[in-house]
């Protein structure tokens, strides 16, 4: 393994906040969930948190300075336990996370958070960056996250000499058992801060309101989310930052309705239109404003008849293409005629030898038709 002061980018004699910045910004860099492409993030994010362990801790950077990575026993994982490792590669997920998800390699990941983002259906379709504000933790800029008092340092804490959890041996019938507990004297810190920060009392952190950029990408449907990975609360004392999730809520349309990638249409047809054909001018979602788009519907069309445009509708949210616009059409027969609208359907029946129902010429039929006429 390299040397400890190298993999870090600081000199020998860094200071424990260099130290820790160095670390921070490096693990942020090489993290597993961030540099997925990276094939070496892994081994790297490895190699810096051991570095990390060491140098952050007194007496075990006192024993490397002076004889080396020999100095600090045969098992280069010696000082980190296996949560701690969880806590290298997975974030502090830990076995069920507590105090053993934290360990003597330095302060707890953050949590995880969730807020919620309402889009209309173009913006969903098509995606788009959009800026949101949440309240959450964030690192306190007085302290730069350590919790102390400016000019101040945390020290190892003495009674569970940093490694955050407290041994207890016990007798039962089974033998002797040993169990472990997060320390009492510093909550499973393995650091005690001694001249807490005035702003943040200690926690490394303030909760403020925060502008966050999203990129929402194209086909997103509604009840679906978005992680933000290292862009959630951050962590008590320097730690990681937790993930954000955006759960993205899609408003209706007054006209469409989306039924997987497809957008869905119901078109009203006058009568006259279906038996005769008509060219309709329809905005889709698609389309520029003041561009509508032309449908043509041929003589004789039939209610439920369904166009498709193919290649219309949602884009694929995992792959190339997009779904369909289907346009349904539901033909409208009204429900009054006047004297004139009434004499010529009952020309077009009789010319085609259709039988109908003689007209109701009683008072009574009279203001029915005019009122269903005024409706």
Partial sequence: MADFYELLGISRDASPEQIKKAFRALARQYHPD??????????????????????SDPEKRARYDAYGEEGLGGNPFAGVGLSDLFDAFFGGAGFGGGFGAR???????????EVRIDLDLRDAMFGLSKTIEVRLPVECETCEASGCRPGTYPTTCETCGGAGEVRELRRSILGQIVSARACPACRGQGRIVANPCADCGGEGRVTRLKQLEVDVPAG????????????????????????????????????????G?????????????????ARLHLDLLDTDEGKPEELVVPPGTQPATVFRLRGRGVPHLRGNGRGDVLLTIEVEIPDALGDDEDELVRRLAEIRGEEVAPRDRSLMGKLRAKVRGLE
């Fill in 220 to 259: 997103i449907d509604n009840g679906q989310r978005l992680r933000l990975a290292g862009r959630g609360p951050a962590a008590v004392r320097g730690g990681l930052p937790g993930d954000l999730y955006v759960s993205v809520g899609v408003k209706p349309h007054p006209d469409f309705e989306r039924v």
């Fill in 34 to 55: 961030v540099a997925m492409d990276d094939p070496d993030a892994e081994s790297r994010f490895k190699e810096i948190a051991r570095a990390y362990e060491v140098l």
């Fill in 261 to 277: 990638d497809d957008l869905v249409r119901r078109v009203a047809l006058p009568m006259t239109q279906a038996v005769l054909g």
């Fill in 103 to 113: 360990g003597p390699s330095g302060p707890a990941r953050g949590p995880d958070a």
